[in-house]
């Protein structure tokens, strides 16, 4: 299968491209914006079945021509993409600046959405897009002080996911959504110190492999929390 994981230089995007690679006949295009670490995930492949192509989401809208051209270059069609880019600042609604906030929606919001634009014409029937959200964008769910543009960033998301189920079903392309719960990932830490997930990278990373490769037979438009209790 050619999959790309848009995100995939740390956390649960790292493990699951690791995983994916385990199966010599898969062939995986990793983004991000580490260029370092890309080549050390690309690089250390057993199968070599990894490609990386550097990405920065705050500035896709002068890279789309570019980055269709290289992913073409790579891969002539997509089976599943895997949008896991994300960015998790702490901080009280009135503190953020509008362009920190707009920095948190770009990188997780219209940044995947642009690159699922991009990529739309290199996929056919029986594709999967799978976008990555959050309980605190599941409505409903309990929220948190300080997660606001987070939040509302990652319902976005969510809500674009059951948008585009509709619009692309018609070309046998499924689109589902994972709103995830805790998981011990640096940019948890990062941002909760001293606290512990109930989940680990690599544990979230083996569900989301095996959804994103199979769930499309049972789902579609769906945004389905992922979490023990509440996060």
Known sequence: MNIIVN???????????????????NKILVTGRNGKILEQISSGAKHKNISALKVDLLKFDS???????????VIKSVDILINTAGSLVVKNFMKFSNEKAREMM????????????SLRSLMKEGAHILNISSMGGYQ????????????ASKAAISCLSE????????SGISVN???????QTEMFEEAFPGKKAPVSAKEMA??????????????????????IGNP
Do not use: H, M, W
């Not at 890279?63 to 270059?73: E, H, N, Y």
């Not at 409903?140 to 543009?149: D, F, I």
């Open 7 to 25: 995100g995939g230089t740390r956390g649960i995007g790292r493990e699951i491209v690791i995983l994916l690679a385990q199966e010599k006949s």
């Open 63 to 73: 890279q789309q021509k570019s980055f269709l051209k290289a992913v073409s270059a």
């Open 106 to 117: 770009e990188i997780n919001f219209f940044g995947p959405a642009s690159v699922i634009r």
């Open 140 to 151: 409903g769910s309990s929220k948190y002080r300080g997660l606001s543009y987070y939040s």
């Open 163 to 170: 948008c585009l189920a509709l619009e692309f079903s018609g």
């Open 177 to 183: 959504c994972l709103a995830l719960g805790a998981v």
């Open 206 to 227: 083996e569900f989301i492999v095996d959804f994103a490769q199979t769930g499309n037979r049972f789902f579609n438009g769906k945004v389905l929390p992922v979490a």
